[in-house]
């Protein structure tokens, strides 16, 4: 009675190893698009104009269809949340209509954010200082930009 099989040749094996991890490696087309690098200044999300001071209003736009999550780190690195995808995290306005949403306009005088202070949520006016500030498009803002569709763009403030 046989009780294991043995190939003629080793290389058998090594084909067959081979094949398996190719075969496990290969990612179907469809699944590539999950794979982000950070996309920077590609037209996915751009500010006109991008060099603004207090009182100005300038646009984000947006190409359809985007993230669900928008956030801006100031020149100090302070993050604001604009826009989260989260139960009653909406802040500018209802998610929904976020998602339908190809352009934001934003006054710097005006524009409040919400930031996390000792495990309290604040409002807070966002552009306080001159620099500039990275306005961050996301799927997902809590994970590393590498792991989710990220678009950036950059806002020079002038203030005065």
């Given at each position: 009675m046989r009780v294991g099989w043995r190939p003629r040749c080793p290389c058998v094996f090594l084909a067959l190893a081979v094949s398996t991890l190719l075969a496990c490696a290969t990612v179907p087309d469809a699944?590539?698009?999950?794979?982000?690098?950070?996309?920077?200044?590609?037209?996915?999300l751009r500010a006109v104009p991008a060099l603004v001071r207090s009182g100005d209003t300038f646009?984000?736009?947006?190409?359809?269809?985007?993230?669900?999550?928008?956030?801006?780190?100031?020149?100090?690195?302070?993050?604001?949340?604009?826009?989260?995808?989260e139960p009653g995290g909406a802040f500018l306005m209802a998610q929904?209509?976020?998602?339908?949403?190809?352009?934001?306009?934003?006054?710097?005088?005006?524009?409040?954010?919400?930031?996390?202070?000792n495990g309290v949520k604040t409002t807070e006016r966002v552009f306080r200082t001159a620099g500039k500030y990275t306005f961050h498009l996301a799927e997902n803002l809590e994970t590393e930009f590498e792991n989710t569709l990220h678009f950036s763009v950059v806002v020079e403030y002038l203030a005065q």
């Open positions: 699944d590539l698009s999950r794979t982000y690098p950070e996309q920077v200044s590609d037209g996915a646009s984000l736009v947006m190409k359809m269809p985007h993230p669900g999550e928008l956030a801006v780190e100031t020149p100090a690195g302070t993050w604001y949340y604009l826009q989260s995808n929904d209509e976020f998602m339908r949403t190809d352009e934001l306009r934003i006054n710097t005088a005006r524009l409040c954010g919400v930031r996390w202070l």
